[in-house]
Structures are given as C-alpha cells and as structure tokens.
C-alpha cells in the first residue's frame, strides 16, 4: 500500500530557511501536498505540486519534486515564529479521491 | 465564515460504551471524510461519503460506522469503544473532483476521544 514518511520534529532559529522533507511509495501519485496544522486547528492546505513538475515556488515557499527517488520538500525562507506548527506532507490521485498522509513534522522556531 | 466544525472537542466514554462524534459544514461540499490519528501517526481515513454513497475503507474495523443524514451533517458512531480506538477524530470535506484537479481537503479541528 501507498506509505508517506516525514522526520517527526525540526527545529530552526527565527529568520533561517526550514527543509522538511517527505518520502512516498506510490509512483502513480498526481497530486503531492503540503499541508499546515497550527495548536488546536484543522489542516490547512498550505501549498501542492502536480507530479509532471520538479518545482513550484509560492512567496517563501519552494516545493521541490524528485519523482525519480520519490522525495518531496518544502522550504520555508526566512522562517518566522509564526510558521511554528506541524506539516503534513500527503499524496493522492487527484479529485475526491483518497489521499495519503505522512505522519508530520513538527517545526519548532527558536527567537 | 464557511467551515467545518467539530463536536465535541473532547470526548471521554467508558470501554464498550457506544459513543457519536459530530461533524458539520457550511462549505456545502459534496464529499465528507473521516479520519482516526494516533499519537505521532499518519492520519488513517476511516471513510468517505460521496453525496449520500457511503465509501469504507478496506481495513477500517466494523466498530466504526458513520451517518450522513444531510449534506452539512455527518457522525461517527463507535459501537463498542476499546482502549485502542483512543485517538484524534478528523473530520473533512472537499468539493467534487471532477473537471478540478488536487483534492484540497478542509479540516475540522478534531474531536479527542478518550477511553477509560
């Protein structure tokens, strides 16, 4: 069955970039997401890249792609306290159809 | 604002005790899901509905049964609850697919649900 890894925890100091990255096994996956939990919230999604891109860049996010190892990350530029919070990584087919969720990584920004 | 909303938040029964969790949403999305999440895990879809068609997942135990009596509503009842059905309950909506491409899903906040 489809499985989505992710590190459980990443720590960086206020204003550095943050890396988190994300393995997945289904090579028939469409849709790679990014999504953000903030305490006491529902996931939001936050950013998602189609499989036939190696690359997607949104303000301080850069999604990159490497559809050959199957590898996913997400980097936040100039991380501020407010990006504290937990980040999902999911893949799926596209449409209302089941996505698969990794089981977060939690980014904790030092002042 | 349109969102989805949870009820309780938290949620404490006894073992065997049959309990309801409450989903609402005022996003009128066609596509309801459910989610359990452990600690430090994957959130695991339990099922779906698409409209009123009721999807289970494969490995989601009999234990676990769901309504959707309308469009914004949608419970999740556990018959029998033991000790490991303790965990984070989801719940999510996301429009209709088709002539759109990624899925994007919104959350609810999660009921906690705890078995003494």
């Known amino acids: 069955g489809e499985d989505v890894e992710q590190s459980l925890f990443l720590s960086v100091r206020e204003g550095d970039s943050s890396v988190i990255n994300c393995t997945y096994t289904?090579?028939?996956?469409?849709?790679l997401y990014w999504y953000k939990q903030e305490p006491g919230a529902g996931l939001q999604l936050l950013t998602y890249i189609f499989s036939n891109m190696d690359m997607k860049q949104d303000q301080r996010l850069t999604v990159l792609l490497n559809k050959k190892d199957k590898h996913l990350s997400l980097r936040i530029a100039d991380t501020q306290t407010g990006d504290s919070a937990i980040y999902f990584c999911a893949e799926g087919p596209g449409g209302y159809q089941k996505v698969t969720f990794g089981t977060g990584t939690k980014l904790q920004v030092i002042p | 604002d349109a969102m989805v909303i949870q009820n309780p938040r938290y949620q404490v029964t006894q073992f065997g005790k049959p309990v309801t969790l409450s989903c609402s949403q005022t996003?009128?999305?066609?596509?309801m899901y459910w989610y359990q999440q452990k600690s430090s895990q994957a959130p695991k879809l339990l099922f779906h509905?698409?409209?009123?068609?009721?999807?289970n997942e494969a490995d989601t135990p009999d234990n676990f049964q769901s309504r959707r009596p309308n469009t914004s509503f949608c419970f999740l009842d556990i018959r029998s609850p033991g000790l490991g059905d303790a965990a984070m309950y989801l719940c999510?909506?996301?429009?209709?697919?088709?002539?759109?491409?990624?899925?994007?899903?919104?959350f609810g906040p999660g009921t906690r649900l705890t078995v003494l």
């Open positions: 509905y698409y409209d009123k068609d009721f999807n």
């Open positions: 999510a909506t996301s429009r209709d697919g088709r002539g759109l491409s990624y899925n994007e899903q919104f």
């Open positions: 996003l009128n999305h066609n596509v």
């Open positions: 289904d090579s028939s996956s469409t849709y």
